[in-house]
């Protein structure tokens, strides 16, 4: 039987893990889940996961949701050193993922919140948080360009975990306009991933078919 991923296809959170499956080549079947129309807020998915959100993992009677535990999960069982062949490369791995967390990804959800889905909500932004949420990019992207210039991923110079989990804002990132393209290394080491990992850039054309089809519906122009 196989793994089944929940989630839905504009969710750059979803992309992380879909993307890095098929790095590993695990084989998953994933269920569509529309956040749009409320579908992660039904008793059946809440019992899955009580926050709501997407993406969730199945495997027999083991249920997971963060992105980074399904990742690590999913390495362990495909014997995938995606997740480091070394032990201190290991640590390195799970420092960027943590560091990804706390110091990245979460104001990058923030401003999605702010600038897009509260225009689905006919509600304006707050630029207060939205500048807010740009500094603390702009402050954790400097860091991150930094260590860039001198590597070509991430960890280890070679595609691993962490590459998946610190590139998640580049699935929003021209609709919100976070200032990621300020920073040239961050830029061209995302142009390397869509250039040599396949499962990137065909879950960042399901993200924006999914994401662009949802603002035209709704009418809505950035």
């Known amino acids: 039987m196989a793994i089944k991923i929940y989630g839905d296809p504009g969710s750059g959170s979803r992309r992380r893990v879909t993307a890095a499956a098929a790095a590993m080549g695990v084989n998953i079947e994933?269920?569509?889940?529309?956040?749009?129309?409320g579908e992660s807020h039904t008793p059946e998915f809440l019992a899955l996961n009580?926050?709501?959100?997407?993406?969730?993992?199945?495997?027999?009677?083991l249920v997971l949701y963060e992105s980074a535990a399904i990742n690590l999960y999913l390495a362990k069982k495909a014997g995938s050193d995606l997740a480091g062949r070394t032990?201190?490369?290991?640590?390195?791995?799970?420092?960027?993922m943590f560091w990804s967390g706390e110091q990245w990804r979460v104001f990058a959800t923030l401003t999605f919140n702010e600038v897009l889905a509260k225009r689905f909500m006919g509600q304006p932004a707050e630029e207060a948080i939205v500048k807010l949420a740009a500094d603390k990019i702009r402050a954790a992207a400097g860091v991150l360009d930094a260590h860039l210039a001198?590597?070509?991923?991430?960890?280890?110079?070679?595609?691993?975990?962490?590459?998946?989990d610190v590139a998640g804002?580049?699935?929003?990132n021209e609709r919100t306009k976070i200032p990621l393209n300020e920073f040239p290394n961050l830029v061209a080491w995302q142009q390397r991933l869509l250039k040599t990992v396949p499962g990137?850039?065909?879950?960042?054309?399901?993200?924006?078919?999914?994401?662009?089809?949802?603002?035209?519906?709704?009418?809505?122009?950035?």
């Open 30 to 37: 994933v269920v569509d889940i529309d956040l749009f129309n």
């Open 50 to 61: 009580p926050h709501g959100l997407s993406p969730v993992m199945v495997d027999g009677d």
């Open 87 to 96: 032990t201190r490369e290991r640590f390195e791995i799970l420092q960027w």
């Open 150 to 164: 001198k590597h070509s991923h991430i960890v280890g110079d070679r595609l691993t975990l962490a590459d998946f």
């Open 169 to 172: 804002p580049f699935s929003q």
């Open 200 to 222: 990137w850039a065909t879950t960042k054309s399901e993200v924006d078919a999914r994401i662009d089809g949802a603002l035209e519906a709704a009418g809505i122009r950035l």
